[in-house]
């Protein structure tokens, strides 16, 4: 991607920014660790392999941010390692780590000052500036009337993103229902995508794959909520379905969890302890009975993640005990399809069937699609020195290919700037 695209700066920082993400939101785990650590070092291994590119990745401003994440990452690894070794409380965990980032904040402020004095580091190129602040004449007229440099309008997105447009937003509630660490990237990349190419016109083209993601995510859905109840009624059973295993006991008092217990989600909640609650009395918020969620290795203490197993937990006790178990087992008959559920979500599913195949538009959006898709592919690929806009000739190109021809010796060589070369 570096050897073939400049956009690589875009994608490494996107994905750096989603590996910060994941430690605000309580979603740093070993896994993560070593996705983000392998990707970047062997990333930047490859990258200063291409000649245009060296050590830039090391020098340049643009590229500090992935950086820093990593030196983040190794530290949150190395604090999590300790931990366990040395069996802190969480109390010491937190003074640990807080002590370790000190450090390195130390390390770094006095290797930026060693660096900065020296050149070391390349300022931001012109491009990136323009996305972060007011667009200002250059004085040259043709680089400033660049149509690509301006600000995108709402035609240009329809013309070519087109029908994928119309279920952004359903694929988005899709994503707000069913928050994985992909979903956050994807929430993250549609952000970043509509936001640049907002200022930047020829940026529309990053929204493409997330456009196409986000209808995908949406048309995946819809297709599984039609086709689960007739697998229900099959015998067919996914992950969420299987009954959790008995909670057992760790050394350190914490509960483990299998598979299916970690799907569940729920608090696991003492009969004793719901008797006590007499009514709505919200009770003391007990955040280690929460399962492990399907991201989690273990409950991580002194961090975001326990702060919301509090806070999840604290507003789980202010409902009813009553009212606790009715949503668990409706959850469970609506997932395993149990009793009068099964016959309402078949019903459900004949419906939106009928629906999408005789009422909806969703056959004519599709080919009126695909016909646009066609029509916009033969455009680009079909390129000419000589067209009709209305009644107008347009033959600029022709023109200066004549110009050239006639006023340059056959062997000349024609240096451009492959921007405004043309």
């Keep these: 991607m570096v050897a073939a695209w400049g956009g690589y700066i875009f994608v490494l920082n996107m994905i750096g920014l989603h590996a910060l993400m ?55 690894a190395v604090c999590d390692a300790q931990r366990l070794k040395q069996k802190m409380t969480t109390a010491t965990f937190v003074k640990f780590r807080i002590g370790a980032f000190v450090m390195l904040l130390v390390a770094i402020a006095g290797v930026s000052m060693v ?5 070391y580091f390349g300022p931001l190129s012109a491009r990136i500036r323009g996305l972060f602040m007011k667009h200002t004449k250059t004085g040259n007229p043709l680089v400033d009337s660049v149509a690509e440099h301006q600000p995108a309008n709402p035609s240009v997105y329809r013309a070519y993103l087109n029908a994928p447009l119309d279920y952004v937003s359903l694929g988005a509630l899709v994503c707000l229902f069913n928050r994985t660490n992909g979903s956050y990237f994807v929430a993250l990349y549609g952000f970043i ?22 209808s995908a995510i949406w048309l995946g859905s819809l297709l599984d909520f039609i086709l689960e109840p007739y697998f229900i009624l099959v015998g067919k059973r996914d992950a969420r379905t299987r009954l959790p295993a008995p909670a057992a006991a760790s050394k350190d008092g ?18 004793k302890h719901d008797k006590d609650r007499k009514g709505t009395a919200p009770a003391v918020p007990v955040e280690s009975e929460w399962h492990l969620e399907e991201w989690e290795e273990e409950l991580r203490p002194g961090g975001v993640s326990e702060l919301k197993r509090i806070t999840k937990t604290y507003f789980w006790n202010v409902m009813p005990a009553t009212m606790q178990e009715r949503w668990r087992v409706a959850k469970a008959d609506w997932i395993t399809g149990s009793g009068q559920l099964r016959y309402l979500r078949l019903a459900l599913s004949i419906l939106m069937f009928s629906y999408i195949v005789f009422f909806s538009a969703a056959g004519d959006k599709t080919v009126t699609f695909l016909r646009h898709c066609d029509a916009v ?3 680009m690929s079909d390129a000419q020195i000589k067209y009709k806009e209305g009644d107008d000739l347009i033959d600029d190109h022709w023109m200066g290919y004549n110009w ?3 006023n340059t010796p056959e062997d000349s060589r024609v240096m451009a700037w492959w921007d405004y070369g043309y």
């Design 115 to 119: 660096l900065v004095p020296l050149g």
């Design 404 to 406: 050239i021809a006639n």
């Design 193 to 214: 995508a509509s936001h640049f190419s907002g200022k930047m016109s020829r940026l529309v083209l990053i929204c493409g794959p997330i456009v196409s993601i986000v």
């Design 377 to 379: 592919a033969r455009a």
């Design 254 to 271: 914490a509960t483990a969890t299998s598979a299916g217990a970690k799907a569940q989600g729920l608090v696991s909640r003492s009969k």
């Design 22 to 76: 994941l430690v605000g939101l309580g979603r740093f785990n070993s896994g993560v660790h070593k996705a983000y650590t392998l990707f970047f070092l062997i990333g930047t291994l490859g990258a200063v392999q291409i000649p245009v590119v060296g050590w830039t990745p090391l020098r340049s401003l643009e590229q500090m941010g992935p950086l820093g994440v990593f030196l983040v990452y190794q530290v949150l």
